[in-house]
């Protein structure tokens, strides 16, 4: 697989595993960028498969994996269209991220998210897309989407029901806390634990290990274990979608994009 | 079991080793966020150490509206 330096992604392959590196300040907020370079990241992926191992997702940015999703961008975009458009636009992009994010979910590779930081949101939802999550120990997990009026739109909620048991997943969705990676260790969604600036540096380790394994045994005992959860991530895309047009989200939207105070990531 | 004093002394110990500001220009009743000079994120930063110092949860929704040393210590006092 070629490398790719992209605007806000990029991407390289050394010794058969594949490293993901988001890198759009202020802490990889996707968007429309972001997700025209992932769309670019799986094609690529698919055709590095036969080669490659591991996929690691990581960011090289000090803020953190991920913030989630432009809140900004959506909010800007939204208010230039009429309501009928705002919606089909909102369903295009959650198409084409359920399309990207369900392709590396279901990749024969093995994928690891080596995450620091904030991972929230969207971003919490691109790690659970991975076979493995390596924390440092600095990092926070959170499902902020109900403040604004909405659900996880990502995919994320069916995916952390595919792993986790019901209740954390309602402490999550239903307070909009954040959890530390600690908690989240205990709870089972991260693999492991890494000291502080190490995630990176574990996960390749990791890697490492997966690459010893025969890969067609790998794969079949990944695609046994790890469904896609496909009518959950349907219907959440509706769920989304409806809560959309709903006007609280607006005004939830302009509360976020327009603060001005030191703290719009606390609740 | 800490008094609420030993705890704030432990939050204004760790914020000014991590924020590296002078220990002596922290008082219980500062605004954390601008007398080190922090947004939100590093507030979550400062929330996690927080958390593994005292070795509690401290759900996020519980700062709401906190901005002092003090207040932040009842709540993690709370907890313990």
């Known amino acids: 697989m070629k490398d790719f330096n992209g605007q806000t992604l990029s991407c390289r392959s050394q010794g058969g595993i594949l490293e993901l590196t988001l890198h759009r300040p202020a802490c990889n907020e996707i968007g429309s960028a972001t997700l025209a370079e992932m769309e670019r990241f799986v094609d690529a992926m698919d055709d590095a498969a036969g080669e490659a191992s591991a996929l690691i997702i990581c960011s090289s940015l000090k803020t953190g994996f991920s913030a989630g999703a432009d809140l900004r961008e959506l909010y800007t975009r939204s208010r230039e269209m009429p309501v009928e458009a705002r919606t089909a636009s909102v369903r295009d992009f959650l198409q084409r991220i359920h399309r990207v994010f369900n392709r590396i979910d279901s990749s024969p590779m093995t994928t690891v998210a080596a995450v620091h930081g904030v991972t929230f949101g969207g971003g919490f939802e691109l790690a659970l897309t991975c076979d493995l999550i390596i924390a440092d120990r600095m990092a926070r997990f959170c499902f902020p989407e109900l403040r604004l009026g909405l659900i996880p739109g990502f995919g994320g909620i069916p995916r952390l029901r595919r792993d986790l048991g019901n209740g954390i997943v309602r402490d999550l969705l239903l307070t909009g806390r954040s959890i530390n990676a600690v908690r989240a260790h205990a709870v089972g969604l991260v693999s492991q634990l890494a000291g502080e600036g190490e995630a990176l540096n574990v996960a390749r380790s990791t890697a490492a290990q997966i690459g010893k394994f025969d890969r067609a045994t790998r794969a079949t005992a990944k695609r046994f274990i790890k469904p896609l959860p496909v009518e959950q991530l349907t219907e959440e895309i509706e769920i989304f979608c409806r809560l959309f047009t709903e006007p609280a989200v607006e005004s939830g939207l302009r509360r976020f994009v327009e603060s001005t105070d030191a703290h719009p990531y606390l609740p | ?80």
């Open chain 2, 1 to 80: 079991m800490r008094t609420l004093e030993q705890v704030m002394d432990e939050i204004l110990d760790l914020a000014a080793n991590h924020f590296t500001v002078p220990r002596n220009e922290l008082s219980y009743d500062d605004d954390f966020f601008k007398k080190l000079g922090i947004d939100s994120l590093q507030a979550l930063d400062l929330l996690t150490r927080l958390e593994q110092r005292f070795g509690v949860e401290l759900p996020d929704y519980e700062l709401q509206g906190v901005t002092d040393f003090r207040a932040l210590a009842e709540r993690i006092k709370a907890r313990i």
